[in-house]
């Protein structure tokens, strides 16, 4: 007798991801309703915001950061030849699964050292990244070294750049919403060059 076994599908996959969104968006409502909120005043009190994050987790932010500029905010990305120096008064956004990242800790401590802010998004709350930060969000999400696929399924780090995107998306939409902008006075401060 042959035994039989099923291809997973792109469909199942897509499911696998979509579930595992759920429980760390659910997680992080119940358990970091709070942090989330300091996040968002420290992003609304901030005269400059500075984004940086490494490889996906860098890409997801540089996504916030664009939201950030709809919404009128003073954003620069890191590394962009444009980008000023941080101040005392600005803030650091930043993310590090693991709150190791070199070149992230590196510049939380510059920021620290200037009197700047520091919002990371992490899952090692006792990080060198979690301990510098003025507000850290827990992402209940593995890194990218969680080979064993026990808090994920997905390969190296996936829900947590996922989860960053998320946790962007939600900061912008509810300064957004806070704002009194409609999605008309946003507009025009979108691309008209591409």
Do not use: C
Not at 20 to 30: K, P, S, Y
Not at 107 to 116: P, S
Not at 179 to 194: D, I, K, M, V, Y
């Amino acid at each position: 007798m042959t035994e039989m076994t099923t291809t997973p599908t792109t469909a199942d996959a897509l499911g696998v991801i979509f579930a595992e969104n759920g429980r760390v968006v659910g997680v992080l409502r119940a358990a970091s309703a709070s942090s989330l909120d300091d996040a968002a005043e420290l992003l609304a009190a901030a005269p400059r915001v500075f984004v940086l994050g490494a490889g996906r987790s860098g890409l997801a932010l540089k996504m916030t950061a664009m939201r950030l500029m709809h919404l009128g905010l003073d954003v620069h990305v890191i590394g962009e030849v444009t980008s000023p120096a941080i101040a005392a008064g600005d803030l650091l956004l930043v993310a590090s699964g693991s709150g190791t990242t070199g070149a992230i800790v590196r510049a939380a401590e510059t920021a620290r050292g200037v009197g700047a802010s520091i919002l990371a998004l992490t899952t090692a709350p006792e990080s060198p990244l979690g301990l510098l930060a003025t507000v850290t969000v827990v992402i209940p999400a593995a890194t990218k070294q969680d080979h064993a696929g026990q808090v994920s399924a997905q390969y190296s780090g996936g829900l947590f750049e996922q989860s960053v995107l998320l946790v962007g998306d939600a900061l912008f939409h509810s300064l957004w919403q806070l704002s009194g902008f409609t999605a008309e006075q946003l507009w025009p401060r979108h691309a008209n060059l591409e």
